[in-house]
């Protein structure tokens, strides 16, 4: 009943920006963290930014002053926006979900199928 639908990755030179975008669709759920992990060839993955309940962000230092994770809890989705992109932050970008079900308050994780962002001259 949970479907997690991410977009917005692409080709951009160094420099550009762009903006991901990960929705949450179902029903019998809140969300409790929203965010992104990436994996670069030959590296494992890692967090890159997250958003919690509360509006608490949390970024990876690689990428703070530069990526911008933001919300919107009514279309239960999770954006971010990176900006200054560097050939280094190419890989590919996972949408994290952690959602809480409401009927017996269980806990489950759910990835979105990934988008490649590829920074390159």
């Known amino acids: 009943q949970v479907q997690i639908v991410e977009s917005g990755g692409g080709l951009v030179q160094p420099g550009g920006s762009l903006r991901l975008s990960c929705a949450a669709s179902?029903?019998?759920?809140?969300?409790?963290?929203m965010g992104w992990y990436r994996q670069a060839p030959g590296k494992q993955r890692e967090l890159v930014a997250t958003v919690d309940s509360g509006g608490t962000t949390n970024y990876a230092g690689s990428v703070k002053g530069r990526f911008t994770t933001s919300r919107d809890n009514g279309k239960n989705t999770v954006y971010l926006q990176m900006n200054s992109l560097k050939p280094e932050d190419t890989a590919v970008y996972y949408c994290y979900t952690r959602l809480v079900f409401r009927e017996d308050f269980t806990y489950e994780t759910y990835w979105g199928q990934g988008t490649q962002v590829t920074v390159s001259s």
């Open positions: 179902g029903s019998g759920f809140s969300i409790h963290v």
